[in-house]
């Protein structure tokens, strides 16, 4: 537990774009924290690129105290970032997060935020999190990076979150790290949030959920496709992973489904490239290797008879 000597340093840089939901679920904690201890335990700093305000995804401008030229001592910084964080490219933020680093300052990431922190080469060799909409795309865009589908991670200095209301669930851990759980827990109440998830929990709903179906064999069957989005097993392969012949496996997704499990699993990866398509700077090409199309014009032709467009099309319309 932290000595409550003077109060704890905490900015957020607002890229413009940012999650309102994510930043408000982060900094709200901490203003409820100071205001039920009666005293300034967290001292807040909103921080955008120039200094002046920043819109928000909902169009909202949220003002800002300073701008990164500022001298800040802090002791966290978390990035806010909505959006497509992947075409983000100020190249004086990457500086000055890496010179952040090297001052020990604890830096984070909330939605979209840990995709500039990868951008910045701040997070190299750290477990991190993401909100689920970029992780495809951070995993093409960082190979090498430790990316977990949790909540929120806490790596030694660096924190990362996937947003929405889980920065929630985050501030509750750090705020009980820092004083006390019981005190933590008033935060919470103060919110009426009575169910903390712990980190690792579940960004999404399971595939039962999200799909509807509950046969044990399709459930088997949509996670091994999700699994091998980029070398698209035979359907055969599929049904053995279930543990159904190949027959049955097709009778078993047109009756629970309502398609056959090869067009099922071919929307699954043109959906999977959509969001490529959105969230990457990667190629049309390879965005259709990525999704198991065995070339750019086979990957065009199956996504245009999908969506009506073509994907050149589609990604000009998201920029």
Known sequence: MRDSGSPIEVGFLLIPGFALMSYASAIEP???ANHIAGKELYRLRIISVR???????????????SSI??????DFMFVCAGGNPFAFRNRKVFIWLRSLAADA????????????????????????TVHWEHGEAMREAFPNQMIERSLYVI???????????????????????HHGAPFAKKISD???????????????????ESHRVSNPAILHAIEFMQNQMGSPPKLREIAHYSGVSERQLGRLFKQEVGEGAAHFFRKLRLNYASRLL??????ITEIGYAAGFSSGSHFSKRFTEEFGETPISFRKKRL
Request: glycine content about 12%.
């Open 69 to 74: 030229e500022n001298n800040h001592s802090l």
């Open 105 to 128: 300052v604890t830096l984070g990431g909330i939605s979209g935020g840990p995709v500039i922190l990868a951008k910045a080469n701040v997070i190299a060799g750290r477990r991190v």
């Open 190 to 208: 103060w919110f009426l949030h009575t169910a903390i998830r712990p980190p690792g929990a579940a960004q999404r709903m399971g595939i039962a």
């Open 51 to 65: 200094g002046d305000g920043a819109i928000c995804s909902a169009g909202h401008e949220v003002s800002c105290s």
């Open 30 to 32: 901490l203003r409820a």
């Open 155 to 177: 790596d030694r200095d660096r924190i990362t979150c996937a947003g929405g209301v889980a920065p929630m669930d985050m501030m509750h851990a750090i705020i009980a790290e």
């Open 278 to 283: 959105h969230q990457s700077t990667m190629s």
